[in-house]
């Protein structure tokens, strides 16, 4: 019989159904609490053995000090650029995360989504439907279309497989190498590493966002290089906002030198409902939904009460960052 591990969980607010997911399928197989922010902390940290973190900004330092006795803090999320990670180290505290496959197709449907959206100009189709102007405007097919990926992991592949079927060229960029028997299963013309990235960014017709956020990440996307896309491309982000340094993007976007962008993802979030870029009729946006469905979730609890029963077993954690 699997060991009943101590398990805390910091829970969201309001509640999620990420939170549910977990709750259904943890409490079967370990003893499961709920952290309370009212109270203090100390006492609830006593004992446990592994702390379920879907709490956000609530994260507080204090916590990585209390958890003398924790074996594992897993995140349940891919991203981990809001956790200071750096932190649970120096606390030699192992963390682990849902990473790419958990969320891989929903956040390669979005952007196929978005791709769609752009390319047929809906956020016009439902200002003339209101107008009663019939037969515009007029879209472009996706055939032949250039889809530039910026990061070939689990999100990117998912939506490349989905892009072949509409017969579009592909061609990616990712810090690791990708064999030709891949790129031929995946139907992608062309794999390079970051010395191609901008090569990559001129060619596109849209260039999709599928990176973490870090210091060498953050604002990839800036004048610069919202310079080198064609004035008939578009850029899709479901990744992270401050991939994109939004100003450059909303001038390149006024000034013509971009046709269109799809944004599930902002720097600042919630994006102030008045923010120029939701103005234009050219950008279509969602409030950071392209990992959230029910299949996300329950893959991502998978992951987690795996690690649960692993840790239960002797066995060391999968889908660690810390190291």
Same mark, same amino acid.
């Given at each position: ?7 805390? =969980? =910091? ?69 981990? @650029? ?66 530039? =990926? ?69 604002? =990839? ?50 994006? @102030? ?16 939904i392209a990992g959230q469905t029910e ?29």
């Amino acid at each position: 019989m699997t060991r009943r591990l101590k398990v805390l =969980l =910091l829970p969201s607010d309001p509640p999620s159904f990420w939170e549910k997911e977990v709750i259904r399928v943890v409490n079967p197989h370990h003893d499961l609490t709920y952290f309370n922010y009212e109270n203090s902390p100390d006492p609830q940290f006593q004992g446990v053995e592994v702390v379920i973190d879907l709490a956000g900004s609530k994260r507080k330092r204090e916590m990585a000090d209390l958890a003398v006795s924790i074996q594992l803090w897993q995140l349940v999320a891919t991203g981990f @650029d809001t956790f200071e990670l750096d932190y649970w180290r120096e606390k030699q505290i192992p963390v682990a995360n849902t990473p790419g496959p958990s969320s891989a197709v929903a956040l390669a449907e979005c952007a196929l989504m978005f791709m769609m959206m752009l390319s047929r100009r809906w956020p016009e189709t439902q200002s003339h439907l209101k107008q009663r102007i019939v037969g515009s405007p007029m879209g472009v097919d996706l055939v032949n279309r250039r889809l530039g =990926l910026i990061g070939f992991g689990a999100s990117a592949i998912e939506l490349a497989r989905r892009a072949k079927s509409f017969s579009m060229k592909i061609s990616a960029i990712d810090v690791r190498s990708v064999s030709l028997e891949e790129q031929q299963q995946l139907g992608v013309d062309f794999v390079g590493g970051p010395r191609e990235l901008d090569d990559v960014i001129r060619q596109s017709d849209f260039l999709s966002l599928h990176i973490h956020l870090n210091q060498e990440t953050r604002y =990839l996307m800036d004048k610069r290089r919202f310079s080198l896309m064609k004035p008939s491309a578009f850029l899709i982000n479901v990744a992270r906002g401050a991939l994109v340094d939004e100003s450059a993007l909303y001038q390149a976007l006024i000034e013509g030198k971009l046709a269109g962008a799809g944004l599930d993802v902002f720097a600042q979030e919630p994006i @102030d409902p008045e923010s120029p870029l939701l103005s234009l009729p050219n950008v279509v946006g969602a409030p950071h939904i392209a990992g959230q469905t029910e299949r996300t979730a329950q893959h991502r609890a998978a992951m987690v009460v795996e690690n649960l029963d692993r840790l239960a077993h002797g066995l060391e954690p999968l889908y660690r960052i810390d190291q």
